[in-house]
């Protein structure tokens, strides 16, 4: 009966999210159905286990999703992810279009400008790019896709995604964690990707297809987009940005040169390099010990703490740059910090939700049976990153379930076999970024929204460029990591 619960709660969440139902109601009734037939007591079952759960993963992360939120709206109300766009676009021009729009996106992602800004921004420039230069309007969702929401969001040693973020308390690890696999595997998800949308692009050179139908422009699709609620509740548990804040300010008229652009996602990639390697691990942190602060290590806090100085310091760098040419910096920044409220609730409920399913009895079966897949400790964090994050949608909460439920574990085997634990944070974070990508996605949902294309016309582009290129990657580091190590 447990199992049968478990199966009818996160049925119940599956679909009435897809449908755009508040998962912060969703995820408690769930959690309580799969209690009921576990016969658990409900009452202590949301109160102690549910909302204590929820509540360590906001104490532990809210300050990255406040800061990134903030950061994102400075980037887009100064105009620099604009100026990086279209500098991007002046350099490689109309023939490579595709290049293009992806790098424009990686830059500002790996620099820490939120999924939806990103989205928001390079859109319409991405639009003008792909009509002048006769690409298939259909292909770009997936170019946005594999520039913001591949590498750059799981591989790319030092990303400060909240993807990157999640696994350093529960590995003791830096946002830095396996640097040459995770370059190897960007490679490989950058490579795999734009060979598909190449592919494609001259699939369709060969039979006369244009970029195709301008029913709408892309100002108008993504202003659709940020005013409907379907898309807004979906978007919340897999992106760090609420999409209803996006126009509570406004952008500067004159955008910066892509050299003051740029300066800011600079800092943010140097400020948290310094901090992981030559700041924190100088620092006397004895008194993290004391039960004042916790009782914990520098280790649990040392990561997240690097992250948030760095996009602190970012945040200092871009207000100073364009203080005097973003309309109104209180509305700007007041927006950025409203924006990362209901994606951190929404994620946090999942978060709940699965430690409810993670203590009942039943429980134990699934752990058994994901410890007992075949290939070793990591083929089984695989799986379990990847079936949690297909499950809820959410790269985030589909991760901090799976670590929360069987973190412990894992580092038990650790241990006990000599693996590195910086190896099991890469495998961990590129497998909660493959199958998240499935078409009840809150992103994907989105970017085809944002794009003005529907899943029929642009989700197999997604697919192939988001998913297999990031499973394929995902195999690769597996292999090399059993074979040779964590480098």
């Not at 990686?106 to 800004?117: D, E, H, K, Q």
């Not at 999640?166 to 003791?172: D, E, R, S, T, W």
């Not at 598909?196 to 039979?207: C, F, Q």
Request: charged content about 10%; glycine content about 10%; proline content about 5%.
């Amino acid at each position: 009966m447990g199992l049968i619960g478990i199966l009818a709660g996160l049925s119940l969440l599956i679909y009435l999210a897809f449908r755009g139902s508040s998962i912060l109601l969703l995820a408690p009734i769930a959690g309580l159905i799969a209690a009921v037939f576990s016969g658990e007591p409900l009452l202590a079952s949301w109160t102690q286990t549910f909302m204590r759960s929820a509540a360590d993963f906001v104490a532990q992360f809210f300050p990255l999703f406040l800061l990134g939120a903030v950061f994102g709206k400075l980037m887009e109300d100064s105009g620099s992810v604009t100026a990086i766009a279209d500098e991007m676009t002046r350099r490689l021009g109309t023939k490579r279009a595709i290049l293009a729009v992806v790098l424009a996106g990686a830059i500002v992602t790996y620099g820490g400008v939120s999924l939806f800004v990103a989205f928001f921004v390079i859109a319409p420039m991405g639009m003008a790019l792909f009509r002048a230069a006769g690409v298939p309007r259909r292909l770009m969702p997936a170019a946005i896709a594999l520039g913001t929401s591949t590498f750059t969001m799981s591989a790319m040693p030092g990303t400060p995604s909240i993807q990157n973020a999640i696994p350093m308390p529960f590995f003791g690890t830096t946002p830095f964690a396996a640097p040459g696999l995770g370059i190897i595997a960007s490679l490989i998800m950058l490579g795999f990707g734009m060979w598909w949308l190449k592919r494609r692009e001259a699939s369709a050179r060969a039979a006369g297809e244009g970029f195709g139908r301008s029913d709408s422009t892309p100002e108008a699709a993504a202003e659709a987009a940020t005013s409907n609620p379907i898309v807004r509740e979906r978007t919340t548990t897999s992106q760090a940005f609420d999409p209803a804040e996006i126009h509570h300010s406004d952008e500067a008229k004159k955008v910066p040169s892509a050299l003051l652009a740029f300066l800011p996602i600079i800092v943010v990639i140097v400020v948290n390099l310094l901090m992981s390697f030559a700041v924190l691990p100088r620092m006397d942190t004895s008194f993290l010990a004391s039960p004042q602060w916790g009782g914990t290590t520098i280790s649990a806090v040392g990561g997240v703490w690097s992250v948030m100085v760095a996009l602190i310091a970012a945040i200092i760098t871009v207000i100073a740059i364009n203080f005097r040419s973003v309309p109104k910096l209180r509305a700007t920044v007041t927006a950025g910090a409203n924006a990362s409220v209901l994606p951190i609730l929404s994620v946090a409920s999942l978060v709940g939700f699965g430690a409810i399913v993670a203590a009942l009895p039943a429980f134990a079966d699934v752990r058994d049976w994901v410890l007992n897949i075949g290939g070793g400790p990591l083929v089984s964090l695989a799986v379990a990153t990847n079936i949690l994050a297909a499950l809820t949608g959410s790269a985030s909460g589909g991760l901090t379930i799976a670590l929360d439920s069987l973190g412990p574990t894992f580092m038990r085997i650790a241990g006990e076999t000599g693996l590195d634990p910086a190896l099991m944070h890469r495998v961990a974070v590129i497998g909660s970024g493959t199958l998240d990508s499935l078409p009840h996605n809150g992103a994907v949902v989105t970017l085809l929204a944002v794009c003005g294309v529907t899943h029929k016309e642009g989700y197999l582009d997604i697919v192939m460029a988001a998913v297999v290129g990031a499973l394929i990657a995902l195999a690769t580091i597996i292999v090399l990591g059993t074979l040779v190590g964590s480098f």
